[in-house]
């Protein structure tokens, strides 16, 4: 699996990555692994509000539905329109072309709670065992 280290993870199985002051999101590779192949995905309005750690879309594959977690708190700027027609983005290029949501923050003090890399992949290690 992979976790790149310029990215903050969630225990949920989200991540973020900080560009210019702005938060782009999705869901881990782990998560997308866990979930199987995924045929459609469901994210909220640009200029609607999200909040840390409340649902702000969902997920669904041939195994389930699962909502998505917001990593930080802030209103929504763009949303991935390709994951409309092509959802199975999130399995094959969950860091780069499977991205979720961009937000701009409401607080940079919230990603003082998210996990390293490395944090994470301890979680996600003791999580499978």
Request: negative net charge.
């Amino acid at each position: 699996m992979d976790f790149p280290d310029d990215i903050l993870y969630t225990k949920e199985h989200e991540w973020v990555r900080i560009e210019n002051g702005k938060a782009r999101i999705g869901i881990t590779d782990y998560a997308q692994k866990e979930l199987g192949d995924i045929v459609f995905v469901e994210l909220p309005e640009v200029g609607s509000e999200v909040t840390a750690m409340e649902p702000l879309g969902v997920v669904e594959s041939v195994k389930t539905v699962s909502d998505i977690y917001s990593p930080v708190s802030g209103k929504v700027l763009e949303i991935n329109d390709e994951l409309e027609s092509i959802p199975e983005l999130v399995n094959s290029s969950p860091y780069e072309k499977g991205w979720m949501i961009v937000v701009k923050m409401n607080d940079k003090e919230e990603l003082k709670e998210l996990l390293s890399a490395e944090m994470y992949t301890k979680y996600v290690e003791e999580e499978i065992q």
